[in-house]
């Protein structure tokens, strides 16, 4: 059966919307330890689910993969993501129209990541050259897709100018895209101030907050340096005081996304894109099961 629409969820649902991104691991111990995961977190019930796909294009039939299994596990509607990389336009068709074959109706449509080393983005001899244009594809492939895509609160290490970029995430939506998913950040204001320069220029579709849970400072180190995003002296103190790593430093990272997500609730975000890397642990805690009743009571 095809999945129900993620944009008419935001516009029918009351109370705020939550999803949680799994990734498809490489290794085949990694992949048992996620089908362990899928079953714990059998008994929360986020909204939608994702699936990214690997840099490089390298994760295809993982992706799918993952995404059955979360199917089967009961999860619904569940996104995969698609991006540009290696990927001529008939192989994009190709793996658009198995997407959409297996039932899948949403997709988080991205350029993806250079390939390692390089700074700028080759896209492929026929293929695309930005999540815009994979929009317009995908629009065009089945009008009924429903288009995700990113936008960057501290802005895209490649944009020229803060401006140019909030008119290109204006061509997205223009383009058919139906939501947009943050970068993750650790400071609030961050998201706050690009919901409202999104908003100054035309840009009306929600805009749901990515939030990572820190698991480690090293973890978020690497993460943040990949990705751009700022760590927040508080966070980083925070996560010292208990040694950096170990259970008491997931609590802590706990804690803080708990702190933020009540933020930004607070403040009208429609709801949350929990990056959960295939850990449980912050999906099923108890400080966030009642913030989200206290919104959905
Ligand atoms: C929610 C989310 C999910 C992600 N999932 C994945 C995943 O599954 N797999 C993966 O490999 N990566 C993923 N990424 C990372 C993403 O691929 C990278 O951030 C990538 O560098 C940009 O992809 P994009 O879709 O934002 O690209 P685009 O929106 O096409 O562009 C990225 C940036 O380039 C600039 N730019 C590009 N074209 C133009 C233009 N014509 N005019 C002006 N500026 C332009 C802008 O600054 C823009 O923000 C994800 C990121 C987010 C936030």
Request: charged residues 20%.
């Amino acid at each position: 059966m095809a999945d129900s629409s993620i944009s008419d969820l935001f516009a029918e649902k009351s109370a705020p919307v939550l999803s949680y991104e799994f990734f498809p691991p490489k290794a085949d111990k990694a992949f048992e330890s996620l089908r362990r995961t899928i079953a714990v977190l059998r008994g929360s019930t986020p909204d939608f689910v994702t699936v990214t796909y690997g840099a490089g294009g390298s994760t295809r039939a993982r992706t799918l993969e993952v995404a059955a299994l979360l199917r089967d596990a009961g999860f619904g509607p569940v996104m995969p993501h698609l991006t540009c990389v290696a990927s001529s336009c008939e192989e994009l068709a190709e793996t658009a129209e198995e997407m959409y074959g297996a039932g899948y109706r949403n997709i988080m449509t991205l350029r993806g990541d250079p390939p390692q080393g390089e700074s700028t983005f080759t896209p492929c001899a026929d293929g695309l050259r930005n999540a815009c244009e994979l929009v317009a594809f995908l629009k065009s492939l089945h009008a009924d897709f429903c288009c995700g895509v990113a936008g960057y609160p501290e802005t895209h290490p490649e944009a020229v100018s803060t401006e140019d970029e909030i008119n290109y995430l204006k061509s997205k939506v223009d383009a058919g895209a139906s939501f947009i998913t943050t970068q993750l950040f650790f400071d609030n204001e961050h998201y706050f101030r690009f919901v409202d320069r999104c908003r100054s220029a035309g840009i009306e579709v929600p805009i749901l907050p990515g939030l990572l849970p820190a698991v480690s400072l090293k973890q978020i180190r690497r993460f943040t340096e990949m990705c751009g995003s700022s760590l927040p002296a508080g966070l980083i103190g925070e996560l010292e005081r208990v040694g950096g790593e170990g259970d008491a430093a997931e609590n802590a990272g706990i804690r803080w996304c708990v702190e933020q997500i009540v933020g930004l609730l607070e403040n009208g975000a429609p709801g949350i894109h929990l990056y959960i890397l295939n850990r449980s642990r912050a999906a099923l805690s108890q400080d966030l099961a009642t913030v989200f009743k206290n919104y959905t009571a």
